[in-house]
């Protein structure tokens, strides 16, 4: 997403100032020096995302950056807006968007999941809408090295690291107890084919 910003940064500051003055109204332009100072703003973000990733990105860099990102975008939304300029308005919108969604995404797609197997199935948050699987739609669930496996009748599979388990857990134990529910349960599975 950082690279994306950049690229945006980038390309419409470098737009922005490569407009010939005899276009540009006298109003519009301090708009030369703004597309100038984007452009090194888009260079120097792609500049930190490409060679200072891993410690920008992974500490409280990566924050500073989304804010500076949403800081240079935001006025070129207002101005644009104001001026009636829709398609950098919408550029620059569906920019802010994406990057407002990538942090969400990256704070919430850090929180512990737990999987919970019971008589119904096997309901584990944060798959979308095969959150929840019935235990006729199974066909078989594993656990081996951390790494819980579920095989759905509809040729889906779903992989899961298992960051912790309790301390009286069997792998074998729960293996079993999946089969038997599978087994019981798949009569009532009904094939869309």
């Given at each position: 997403m950082h690279l994306m910003a950049g690229f945006l940064l980038l390309v419409m500051g470098f737009l922005t100032w490569l407009v010939p003055d005899s276009v540009k109204?006298?109003?519009?332009?301090?708009?030369?020096?703004?597309?100038?100072a984007y452009?090194?703003?888009?260079?120097?973000?792609?500049?930190?995302?490409?060679?200072?990733n891993k410690k920008v990105l992974q500490g409280r860099g990566n924050f500073m950056l989304r804010v500076l990102e949403l800081a240079?975008?935001?006025p070129v939304i207002i101005y644009s807006l104001i001026q009636k300029w829709y398609l950098p308005a919408a550029y620059s919108g569906a920019a802010f968007i994406g990057i407002v969604l990538a942090y969400y995404l990256e704070k919430n797609g850090k929180k512990s999941r737990i999987?919970?197997?019971?008589d119904e199935g096997a309901?584990?948050?944060?798959l979308g809408s095969k959150s929840h699987m019935p235990w006729k739609d199974l066909e078989r669930v594993l656990m081996r090295h951390r790494i819980l496996?579920?095989?759905?009748?509809?040729n889906k599979l779903f992989q899961l690291d298992i960051e912790t388990v309790p301390?009286?857990?069997?792998?074998?134990?729960?293996e079993a107890y999946c089969k038997v529910q599978v087994e019981a349960k798949k009569h009532l599975y009904k094939s869309d084919w």
């Open positions: 109204q006298q109003e519009f332009s301090f708009l030369n020096n703004a597309g100038l452009s090194l703003l888009g260079l120097a973000i792609l500049v930190i995302c490409i060679f200072f240079a975008l935001t999987a919970v197997f019971n309901h584990i948050p944060g496996t579920i095989d759905c009748k509809d301390g009286n857990f069997s792998a074998e134990d729960f």
